[in-house]
């Protein structure tokens, strides 16, 4: 059986799609999986075991010049690339006019399908055309957490759903190289969301506690208003902060595997932390944790959500998935 998944963006939504492909593998002996994925993304997803084929997709940046000669000599090629290899399903995990879109224009074998959410849950993006535009649509729950619908998705898709292996926890599939002696906490205080941000005081106040307790602090980067940020908390905090250059995503994955823990709002690398398996707090500035934060750890843990998270909620949190962190 062949599968493709349709997965665009964004970077967090993405990684939290990631445990379909062990829940596949668990469940469709011999299957292959491809995927398409926006090209700022393709180099992480290119790091998932058990990946076949990794299809990069620039919408993002050809909706901003559509006419242009490259972008529609461009667009012919992904569609000549997408449409090379037949599939038995192609499931649409974002739910969105655009996925359904490159959905709808892979190629299927004889008996092939393809398949998408057939009504919106709560505080997940659907546009309702799309249970229109694909031959399946499947039932999904009104409340649920993020990697649930996801791993839901495909298992009632592909029929799999009877067998229990929704019941076990999300396996991640990235796996990156690991020092014993992990060192450094994370900031990963990005975010393409002003509502998602936490106050740049309540960082200085964190990042001195820690430093007090000798850690020191990492400062990643990955745009002109972050390396802003970043600079500034490095100013502040001094020479136990130490900012990270700019890297591609399978390089900030290298380097948050060797973290000691990562303190994050609610954004990609916090999930990247999550799905390495790391020691995280996810700071949330809206009501978003039932839905999207970590699940099942005990050294992994989301503060906030109805309110902004206060630098002791912060620090407590970090405590505990401190003290949790052990043989796993």
């Not at 649509?137 to 495909?154: C, G």
């Not at 106040?205 to 908390?233: C, K, Y």
């Not at 973290?259 to 932390?273: F, K, Q, T």
């Not at 309110?307 to 401190?322: G, M």
Request: aromatic share 8%; with cysteine.
């Amino acid at each position: 059986m062949r599968v493709l998944i349709v997965k665009l963006s964004s970077l967090g939504d993405v990684i939290q799609t990631m445990p379909v492909i062990e829940d596949m593998k668990a469940c469709l002996p011999g299957v292959t999986i491809d995927w398409v994925v926006e090209e700022a993304f393709a180099d992480l997803v290119s790091q998932a075991q058990g990946l076949t084929r990794v299809i990069a997709c620039a919408e993002r940046r050809w909706r901003k010049s559509p006419f242009k000669r490259e972008t529609r000599q461009e667009w012919a090629q992904f569609w000549q690339t997408l449409r090379e290899t037949p599939y038995d399903a192609v499931i649409d995990f974002q739910g969105l006019i655009k996925s359904a879109r490159i959905a709808r224009g892979a190629s299927l074998t004889p008996h092939g399908f393809t398949a998408t959410y057939a009504n919106k849950s709560d505080l997940c993006a659907y546009e309702w055309p799309v249970k229109w535009l694909l031959q399946k649509s499947v039932p999904m729950e009104k409340t649920i957490h993020a990697v649930a619908r996801y791993r839901t998705l495909a298992a009632r898709a592909l029929g799999y759903e009877s067998t229990g292996v929704l019941q076990r926890a999300p396996i991640y599939p990235l796996v990156a190289a690991a020092h014993e002696d992990r060192a450094g906490v994370m900031f990963a205080h990005g975010t393409t969301r002003l509502d998602n941000e936490w106050p740049f005081e309540s960082w200085v106040q964190l990042g001195r506690r820690l430093i007090e307790q000798g850690e020191t602090v990492l400062l990643p980067q990955a745009n002109a208003s972050e390396a802003d940020l970043v600079q500034r908390l490095a100013q502040v905090l001094g020479e136990h902060a130490h900012v990270l250059p700019r890297m591609k995503l399978s390089d900030v994955l290298s380097r948050m595997a060797n973290c000691r823990s990562v303190i994050s709002v609610d954004s990609g690398l916090g999930h990247l932390a999550v799905a390495l398996n790391l020691p995280v707090v996810q700071l949330f500035s809206q009501p978003r944790i039932e839905r999207a934060g970590p699940v099942g750890a005990t050294h992994q843990c989301a503060v906030g959500g109805d309110h902004v998270p206060s630098v002791d909620e912060a620090w407590s949190a970090y405590l505990a998935c401190s003290a949790a962190d052990g043989p796993r």
